[in-house]
């Protein structure tokens, strides 16, 4: 992916801006979503105002066909009237009772003769007599219309007016003509208009439309007087409707639910599907982009940490770092290879999986509970390549880096750390004025002469302390008394073999001696050197003999004996040394 380098360099060299473009991105999703939300919902809304319209046109021309049936059947029952022969009163109350069932709205029938008078009246309400005088002066004042028509050969409409009802209502009239084509006289339908128009509108509000009707700026009909149009999203529509050349005008305006049954919910759903998709476009790229950001820290990472790891080279330690799974070595540091003898990471690798004993005779330590932060520390031996094996002392430690898990392990030559310790150790047991072992060594060893006794290995305790020493002390100064204890210490220390004698000193001026062997032994040997002692005649000013002497009890031990039981005997032989006169060695009591 060498091309893409220079970008992702780029690019992670300018988070902020990055992350701001992603952001830009989201907000321009965001925007586009909603534009196209938009776009959708008012192509959407045009369609729906499209067939809202054409719909509503659908049913004004329905309304107009309607009111042209009900001219057209009325002209047809002016024909039916010109047939017939025989004309009476009855017929006429007959047929106008016929015409009349099927035009409810229509509330008088007129037959009119050529002299205006009027022949037969049908009316639905009123007195007779009233209705006929209104409707002889109604004729009358529609006389010209009248001639008109009888001229032409075709029915006409009065202009709407108010009738004696006080309503707004108009008549048709129908010129009549014998068989023979004579001019015979009128028929006069006289109808309410609100009633007419609104029986005509009634499919029209059944399916949930608002309608206003209006004659010129007179409203003939409204069923919203409370003005609650504007629920149709501005689909509303306007037409004229004729009652022959009487223009009346209808306004439509479907209602909120029948709007809303022509829109779908896909807009929604696109804008929805949209914003998920600008979402998940952010979400990758910010996804995307925080991977980068985090490989980009590993690689930074691993660099720091191979150049700190390059700096180990030099250092005392020796490193190891490998993987706890798998026992993958990682890194070996330059020392570790020098204090092995191997030549790469490689052959330490191949090591650890072939004989990981010869890096340390117990490889399971090496493979110990390494949850991270926790330490290790033991003792191994390290193999050379030469054979030669090296003490070392190492510290493994479980390390969590970017979440994963390693060992890391620094190996220190132990040698001199061990010498040290030995050292230590030995100063730790020895006097320090005398240079023999002192009483911490003296308890271990009467331990061990207990554990041997149980063996059946005898030994015999031995205590000793210098005669008059508060004496020489008072008498030469502490500083003589120092010298003397040495010079007795080295005495005794000549005089003991290292394996099976050993030589102590107990506390003060006091000593101990632990020697192999019975009490007829061991008294042997304290006769020596008391003997010895005396040979070396150090002055005593203050001891009636002259001379520094000593006295010595002893006592061999005896299986089942604790080591302060051993230790009572011997000094109460001790005791007894010195109340028999001191400068002898007396043997405790079998
Ligand atoms: N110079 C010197 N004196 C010590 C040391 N440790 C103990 N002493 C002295 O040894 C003396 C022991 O005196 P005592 O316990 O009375 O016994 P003693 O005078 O030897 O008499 P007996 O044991 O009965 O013969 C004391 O005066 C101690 O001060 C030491 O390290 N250096």
Known sequence: MAHNTGLTHWLLRHAKLVLGLIALVGLLGVWFSWLLWQLLSSKEHQVVAEQQRSAATLLVERVQEDLEEQLRSFARFGRRIESLEQFDT??????????????????????????????????RAGDLPLEQAHYQQVLRRFSGLAEQAREQRRDA???????????????????????????????????????LMARALIPMIEQGYVIRLQQGEQVIFDNDPERRLGNSQGVATHSPLYLRDTRYDIWLEPSEALVSAGFTDWPQWVLLASLLNTALLMLALFYNYRRLQAEQAVRQSKLLVQELLALTGQAADALLVMKPEGRQVLYASPRLLELTGHANEAAIQRLLKERPSALTPEPERWQADFTPGK???????????????????????GVLFHRERFVLYSCRDASQRMAVEQALKEQSLLDGLTGLHNRRAFDQAIARAIDGLQAGAPCTLVMLDVDYFKRFNDSLGHQAGDDCLRELGQLLSDNTRRDSEQAFRYGGEEFALLLEGDSNAAGKAAEHI??????????????????????????????????????????????????????????ADA
């Open 90 to 123: 009855h017929s006429w109350q007959h047929e106008s009772h016929v015409q009349l069932e099927d035009f409810s709205s229509w509330h008088v029938l007129v037959l009119i003769d050529r002299q205006y008078r009027l022949r037969h009246v049908f009316t």
């Open 375 to 397: 330490t290790h520390e033991f003792r191994a031996q390290l193999a050379h390549t030469n054979g030669s094996l090296r003490t070392v002392d190492v510290s493994a430690r």
């Open 157 to 195: 409409m009065t202009p709407p007016h108010l009738t004696r009802h006080n309503r707004l209502g108009q008549g048709h009239l129908v010129p009549l003509y014998d068989p023979q084509g004579a001019f015979i006289g009128w028929l006069y339908g006289g109808f309410f208009v609100g009633e």
């Open 530 to 587: 008391r003997l010895a002692l005396q040979q070396r005649a150090i002055t005593h000013p203050q001891s009636p003999l002259g001379e520094v002497t000593i006295s010595l009890g002893l006592a061999e031990g005896l299986a089942q004996q604790s080591a302060e039981a051993w230790l009572k005997a011997a000094d109460q032989a001790l005791y007894q040394a010195k109340q028999q006169g001191r400068n002898c060695v007396v043997k």
